[in-house]
């Protein structure tokens, strides 16, 4: 057997490549492979295949493989030479655009757990807010950031008693299998933080040989595929009608007195964060009398971590509710006491 029937995989390679290219149109090939690498690093686990496979779609690969092509509506102009010289010696650029992640819009209702910590959660905490989660019948989970600690590959202080990598990695997957147990029917979505961004930066830093490798890169290592849950990469935003969603690292600094205010001076647009353990919101009318509303949202791992005892730090999670036109209201809840406000 041969063609697309012996490898499917390629024929999916394929269609996703033809996606970005029609959304991207002027994109270079190096750049939209180290996009697509870095989006789905199961899918295109090689820059450079994935590469090769954008110049066979384009046209680019060599006159034989371009007669091969059924399909030209993708085919790029060839280079006139001659015509101006300096542009063919313009280097492909290393600019590595993020794209944001699109909600789709039959999600009219989301539910979002940030800074979970794991294996630092406060059970009780998360307990409550996926309970909450259950009776409120969500379109979908996102996970903002945190879900993970890696303690074991932080840079900070730590206890030696407590480096257990292998374990810390087991106790998320549990997460996750439990949180996809309690909504089995609607997508999960986990969004990398800045503390899951540690095993990238550790990687960088004491085993660069393999960054970029597959069995090194989240979704393997905690088995997102067995479970259904959808990653989206560090710093890499979500488009939510109206309401944008980050972690909260997007932006340097430590939130100010209020991260909802704080976050405001930076996005300028309606968003939803979480990054700093603390529920907050801030509404603004500009002059010309659009209300733009700014949230944070508190977080469901343990309030007092040996590192920092004395904080303001508060429990808690938000409901989003989407409409068809893209407006949305947030519900920003938070846990005192053991119940939801």
Request: with cysteine.
């Amino acid at each position: 057997m041969t063609g697309p029937h012996k490898h499917p995989e390629n024929t999916i390679r394929r269609a996703e490549i033809v996606k970005a290219l029609k959304k991207y149109p002027g994109m270079p090939a190096r750049t939209m492979a180290r996009m697509m690498h870095k989006g789905d690093p199961a899918l295109f686990p090689s820059i450079e295949s994935t590469r090769s496979l954008i110049r066979v779609v384009t046209g680019t690969s060599g006159e034989s493989k371009r007669k091969a092509i059924v399909d030209k509506s993708l085919f790029r102009p060839k280079k006139v030479s001659g015509a101006d010289p300096w542009e063919d010696m313009m280097p492909e650029s290393w600019s590595e655009p993020i794209v944001p992640f699109i909600l789709p819009k039959s999600i009219r209702s989301l539910l979002v757990l940030s800074d979970i910590h794991v294996p630092f959660h406060d059970i009780d905490a998360l307990k409550i807010a996926v309970k909450y989660g259950i009776a409120a019948k969500p379109d979908a989970v996102l996970l903002n950031g945190d879900t993970l600690d890696f303690y074991a590959l932080s840079d900070h202080e730590k206890d030696p008693r407590k480096v257990r990598w292998a374990e810390e990695l087991e106790s998320c997957r549990a997460v996750l299998r439990m949180i996809r147990s309690a909504f089995p029917d609607v997508p999960i979505y986990f969004k990398s933080g800045n503390h899951e961004y540690r095993m990238e930066r550790h990687l960088m830093k004491y085993a660069p040989v393999l960054i970029g490798m597959a069995e090194f890169e989240m979704p393997t290592l905690l088995r997102m595929g067995e479970v259904g849950v959808e990653y989206i990469a560090n710093k890499r935003m979500i488009y939510a009608g109206e309401l944008t969603i980050g972690h909260g690292d997007e932006w340097k600094g430590g939130g100010g007195i209020n991260p909802a205010r704080w976050t405001s001076l930076r996005a300028r647009e309606n968003a939803l964060i979480g990054h700093f353990h603390r529920a907050s919101e801030h509404i603004e009318r500009t002059v010309r009398g659009k209300v733009r509303g700014y949230w944070s949202t508190g977080c469901l791992c343990e309030l007092q971590p040996a590192y920092l005892t004395q904080n303001d730090w508060c429990h808690g999670f938000a409901m989003v509710h989407l409409d068809a036109d893209g407006s949305f209201e947030v519900s920003n809840h938070k846990i005192v006491n053991g119940k939801v406000r």
